[in-house]
């Protein structure tokens, strides 16, 4: 999961970059800041994540899916600092991530880009919960 996340970042950050054709200095200056970005949300997700996995299943109050849709925030500032503004979400999507302006939150862990990890979370609720269950 962790290990996907500079690519994603460098991957939505040229996905918006495309689409608003804005080059921002060059293709090398936004890659070079993506790639630093998605090395830093790596570092943060992989720690939050090391963190949430540590806790007792009774005390944990996110998911990994959650703690891994935070990586929007570094994309965004790359994108930011490009000077490219926000684009027009539906309105679930604004309701659900409001701080998201970009339309980056990946909806399963599969929109990373590896698709074996779309299962990952659903594997993870049913171990808590059958941790849950036999612990009251």
């Known amino acids: 999961m962790v290990a996907a996340l500079p690519t994603w970042v ?3 950050v040229g996905r918006i970059v ?3 054709n804005a080059e921002g200095g060059g293709a090398a200056s936004w890659e ?3 790639s630093q970005a998605g090395n ?3 570092r943060r997700i992989g720690a939050e994540l090391r963190t949430l996995f540590a806790l007792e299943p009774s005390a944990m109050t996110r998911t990994p899916l959650e703690v891994v849709r935070t990586a929007v925030r570094e994309p965004s500032a790359v994108i930011d600092a490009l000077g490219i503004p926000p684009v027009e979400r539906d309105e679930f999507d604004v309701r659900s991530w409001p701080d998201d302006r970009y339309g980056l939150t990946p909806v399963t862990l599969g929109d990373l880009g590896d698709p074996e990890l779309g299962p990952l979370h ?3 609720g049913m171990a808590k919960a059958a941790v849950l269950r036999v612990d009251p």
């Open 40 to 42: 830093e949300a790596a």
């Open 18 to 20: 495309g689409a608003w």
């Open 32 to 34: 070079a800041a993506a």
């Open 10 to 12: 460098v991957r939505e």
């Open 122 to 124: 659903l594997a993870w």
